[in-house]
Nanobody, 121 residues
Framework: QVQLVESGGGLVQAGGSLRLSCAAS????????MGWYCQAPGKQRELVAT???????NYADSVKGRFTISRDNGKNTVYLQMNSLKPEDRAVYYC???????????????WGKGTKVTVSS
């Protein structure tokens, strides 16, 4: 009923940039916090950045000053601008959103299927 679809991943050289997008679709009344998480092979998924519906942002220390999260509430879309990429940024990046499907309903945490980012040295 609700899905998140990520795009924008790919292969980039160290020092390069990528812009990830994640669009929510389906039955959506409102979206609270949206965010990006990364998961490297054999590692746990961890937070990269989040943004509230009002625009408040939070970043992992490892990406501060390099990555910028933003959102377009009218399009139910969240973005992650990734600059100065490093080989250690290589991972699958997942989008997450707390989505309410109706008035009075509780927000449900929804995940996308991920988009792969590879950074060559």
């Amino acid at each position: 009923q609700v899905q998140l679809v990520e795009s924008g991943g790919g292969l980039v050289q160290a020092g390069g940039s990528l812009r990830l997008s994640c669009a929510a679709s389906g039955i959506i009344f409102s979206i609270n916090t949206m965010g990006w998480y990364c998961q490297a092979p054999g590692k746990q998924r961890e937070l990269v950045a989040t943004i509230t519906s009002g625009g408040l942002t939070n970043y992992a220390d490892s990406v501060k000053g390099r990555f910028t999260i933003s959102r377009d509430n009218g399009k139910n879309t969240v973005y992650l601008q990734m600059n100065s990429l490093k080989p250690e940024d290589r991972a699958v990046y997942y989008c997450n959103a707390d989505i309410r499907m109706g008035c009075g309903s509780r927000a449900r945490s929804t995940w996308g299927k991920g988009t792969k980012v590879t950074v060559s040295s």
